[in-house]
């Protein structure tokens, strides 16, 4: 897609320097002279970036950003500031720039930076375009989702629900099986009868048989009334039989026996109970594998297997992540002291690079911890778990420096190196350039701090005319 950028700079040459770079990439590049005119045609035209000089007459790049934040015209901002002018560079960031470059600039570390604050930016408009569309078009029962595999469920959940017939479900643990049997149930001639469910994996053989039949009085020790089971209670109406692919073997022939005949008998009785029940069954298991491995009997298999839906892992729609991270927002967001309204956009590109081997209910579980450590109105990638979103050491040492690829093997290289810059920036500044005492304070070699100076375009003579000209200006001052 091609993406409009506004170039902004008071001398010609570097107007037509970003214009040539940018338009290589596919873009399509538009300069102003200076921050006025910039200001008018963002006023008046969408663009999805702007890359500003910080000094210019008149409006300045800075004022540029802070008149664009003000009037919330939604457009990603790059400030390109002098060489080594850290303090600048800073204040930019705290007005809203979603990154700043130095001059002289790299081309290809220009690119790097128009490429993540381009994709940023689509990120937030499609949050802004979520709150508008969730409940209106992405919804279904208690369901939401824009994916075409998740909407071909939704397409024929309104099929079947209707039909009565026994259907399976099978997807990975947290899927959202149990929230498809609900839809079903509630698409069904069954829906002022009862929806009960029974998830089978967590009981022994003894307490799943009185769970599913239950039992009469004194049939066994504790047993000091009779129980209703989970058949008698869903009578009329819909039974989930939860991970029934867990069920052992004895307890899965008498299972049988009920769907076939809809008859059974309590626990420790003789009476016949028949109830008419749907049988939903649903398992993260593969049951054909079950039945070649002998784990699982072939007609009950058969008699469950009638019409099968296969819900597709969160991983393979990861287009339903921003979706669904703003759905479980406004569900829990009322949870916290301070109402949190909002997602930014690094916490929902650490939602979007998770793989979630724990699904829907792993995202799920994941908002409302990071709603409840969110200090303001915002989830900040910081909110979210570790496990999204490692955290960095607040100071580096040396040796955390040199072990960081060890420790955080999930980081990205461009991550990593952004860490490794500020650590130097910090040092040089603390010993003001002086490359021996850095390397005694990192642990790493003369000849290695100086390769990471190189690498990272930090000049050591910098920090020393600071500190000389800082030196200066406070004797002067105290004369």
């Known amino acids: ?23 290589v990439e596919g873009h399509e590049v538009e300069t102003a002279a200076d921050g006025h005119s910039a200001l ?23 004022d540029l950003l802070s008149s664009l934040r003000a009037e919330r015209i939604p457009v ?21 720039a979603d990154d700043f470059l130095t001059k002289p600039y790299d081309p290809d570390h220009l690119r790097v930076l128009v490429k993540r604050t381009l994709e940023r930016r689509r990120l937030i408009d499609e949050l802004e375009e979520l709150r508008t569309q969730l409940r209106e078009d992405y919804s279904f029962h208690t369901m939401v989702s824009k994916s ?61 048989e009185s769970e599913l039949f239950g039992h009469e009085k004194g049939s066994f020790t504790g047993a000091e009334r009779r129980k209703i089971g989970r058949f008698e209670q869903a009578d009329g109406g819909t039974l989930l039989l939860d991970e029934v692919g867990d069920v052992a073997p004895a307890m899965q022939a008498r299972l049988l026996r009920v769907l076939q005949t809809g008859v059974f008998e309590r626990v420790g009785g003789t009476e016949s109970v028949k109830v008419d029940v749907r049988i939903i069954a649903a398992t993260h298991k593969r049951l054909e594998d079950e ?6 009997r072939k007609d009950l298999f058969y008699r469950l297997n009638v019409i099968r839906l296969e819900l597709p892992p969160l991983r393979e729609r990861k287009e339903d ?37 724990g699904n829907v209910r792993e995202l799920e579980n994941a908002i409302k911890s990071a709603i409840a450590f969110a200090k303001g109105s915002f989830i900040r990638r910081e909110n979210l778990p570790e496990t999204l979103s490692p955290r960095l050491p607040r100071k580096l040492t040396g040796c955390a420096l040199i072990d960081i690829d060890r420790r955080l093997p999930d980081l990205t290289d461009d991550l990593v190196s952004q860490v490794e810059r500020e650590y130097f920036l910090r040092i040089l ?51």
């Open 148 to 208: 075409s595999k998740m909407r071909r469920i939704f397409d024929l959940i309104e099929q079947v629900g209707p039909l009565g017939s026994t259907v399976l479900l099978l997807g990975e643990t947290g899927t959202g099986k149990e929230l498809v049997a609900q839809a079903l149930h509630a698409a069904s001639s069954r829906r002022e009868g009862p929806f009960v469910a029974l998830n089978c994996a967590v009981l022994n053989d003894a307490l799943l």
């Open 291 to 296: 039945v070649d491995a002998g784990r699982f």
């Open 76 to 96: 990603g901002v790059i400030v390109l500031t002098a060489y080594g002018d850290t303090a600048d560079a800073l204040r930019t960031m705290k007005a809203g």
């Open 321 to 357: 992540i921003p979706l669904l991270a703003t759905h479980f927002l406004q569900r829990y967001r009322s949870s916290s002291a301070i109402p949190v309204t909002e997602i930014d956009a690094d916490a929902m590109q650490a939602l979007l690079q998770h793989a979630w081997p």
């Open 429 to 479: 500044s603390e010993y003001h350039g002086n490359v021996a005492r850095c390397a005694r304070h990192s642990g790493l070699s003369r000849r290695s701090v100086t390769q990471k100076l190189q690498k990272y375009g930090l000049e050591r003579i910098q920090f020393k005319r600071r500190h000389s000209s800082l030196g200066r200006a406070q004797r002067n001052g105290s004369g």
């Open 1 to 23: 897609m091609t993406r409009r950028i506004l170039a902004v700079d008071d001398m010609e040459f570097n107007r037509d320097h970003l214009r040539r770079v940018l338009e």
């Open 40 to 62: 008018e045609r963002l006023r008046g035209k969408t663009f999805h970036l702007v890359i500003t000089d910080l000094r210019m007459p008149d409006l300045s790049g800075l």
